[in-house]
């Protein structure tokens, strides 16, 4: 099983921007379609970006022209960067992966990394 190390989160003011990074444990990951989501306090975990093996990406419309997923495989890690943030992004943020779309978020979670965007 892939597991996942996230980092990259703190606090920034809204309009600015963070680089999330994604390390996962086996190289197997080159092969498998990657995931970012996020879960607000009090709220469920939501899907916000994905990309495929070859590199097609797919986002939530909320983050749409904003956010940028992407990956290394040589470096089994996989990236989101957030610009123009607003307040409504303050979220743990989650990556996860799997060998099918439908099998992404079926993995064993992370720790996460805190996203605060706040004045």
């Known amino acids: 099983q892939v597991q996942f190390v996230e980092s990259g989160g703190g606090l920034v003011q809204p309009g600015g921007s963070l680089r999330l990074s994604c390390a996962a444990s086996r190289s197997i990951f080159k092969l498998y379609h990657m995931a970012w989501y996020r879960q607000a306090a009090g709220k469920q975990r939501e899907y916000v970006a994905r990309?495929?093996?070859?590199?097609?990406?797919d986002y939530a419309d909320s983050v749409k022209g904003r956010f940028t997923i992407s990956r290394d495989n040589a470096k089994n890690t996989g990236y989101l960067q957030m610009n123009m943030l607003k307040p409504e992004d303050t979220a743990v943020y989650y990556c996860?992966?799997?060998?099918?779309?439908?099998?992404?978020?079926?993995?064993?979670w992370g720790q996460g990394t805190q996203v605060t965007v706040s004045s």
């Open positions: 996860n992966a799997g060998p099918t779309i439908a099998a992404l978020g079926s993995g064993a």
């Open positions: 990309i495929s093996s070859s590199g097609s990406t």
